[in-house]
């Protein structure tokens, strides 16, 4: 299995309403990623897990707690979301920490505020 | 971190060999180059890694010359399917890497 899965493909929530984005992999990678992806922009770092632990949190807002439950499967709750949030959310893992051992990404979710 | 510059855009036809040149001056020792390809509602798909000379697999080339300033990504002979967001990342132990703005290629028939 070479393959980041992530689930659902799309999702449109309120502003009060509590979510969350899952992601799997079965690689045997040990770091993992989120990300998140606006129309035309590149890719921004949120979290890095590293040994499913938490080593980044780049500044993210509080209404994205991120969980990382085992070393095949991250998740990504969501709540309280704003508008702004609607976006692609890509998960990535590596088979340790760092860009030197290449990323594998999944195909995100496609998240909608409204 | 590795600043990288990449054109915004190329066009280019069915058949044609794409050149994407990334520069990245302040590149570290023990930095890697890698390229990933993106489509659209896509992540990005590894393409190639390379740390100094040439490499070369099934879908691409990359070149990089020896002070590792800058690298280059061939795609021989693009068809449509090669129309995508190219973006190059420049980094080692650095797993707070980003992206830049990437190279938007577009192939016409």
């Known amino acids: 299995d070479t393959e980041v899965t992530q689930t659902p493909k799309h999702l449109v929530m309120g502003m009060t309403n509590k979510k969350s984005l899952k992601c799997e992999q079965h690689?045997?990678?040990?770091?993992m990623y989120w990300y998140k992806q606006k129309a035309k922009k590149p890719p921004e770092l949120m979290f890095v897990?590293?040994?499913?632990?938490?080593?980044i949190n780049e500044s993210v807002p509080s209404r994205f707690s991120p969980e990382c439950p085992n070393s095949s499967l991250l998740n990504l709750h969501l709540h309280a979301l704003q508008p702004e949030d609607s976006a692609l959310y890509l998960c990535?893992?590596?088979?340790?920490?760092?860009?030197?051992?290449?990323?594998?990404f999944g195909s995100g979710t496609r998240l909608t505020v409204v | 971190l590795a600043k990288t510059t990449q054109p915004i855009s190329m066009d280019s036809y069915e058949g044609q060999e794409v050149n994407i040149t990334c520069s990245h001056n302040?590149?570290?020792?023990?930095?890697?180059i890698t390229w990933y390809q993106q489509f659209p509602s896509q992540g990005p798909r590894f393409i190639i890694q390379?740390?100094?000379t040439k490499v070369t697999n099934e879908v691409a080339s990359l070149f990089i010359p020896a002070d590792r300033k800058s690298s280059t990504l061939s795609l021989p002979r693009v068809s449509l399917s090669d129309t995508a967001v190219y973006y190059c990342?420049?980094?080692?132990?650095?797993?707070?890497?980003?992206f830049g703005a990437g190279t938007t290629v577009t192939v016409r028939a």
């Open positions: 990535a893992s590596s088979q340790d920490r760092g860009a030197d051992y290449g990323y594998t």
């Open positions: 690689m045997g990678h040990r770091a």
């Open positions: 897990y590293s040994y499913e632990k938490l080593s």
């Open positions: 302040n590149i570290a020792t023990n930095d890697y």
């Open positions: 390379g740390y100094k």
């Open positions: 990342l420049v980094g080692g132990n650095d797993y707070k890497l980003s």
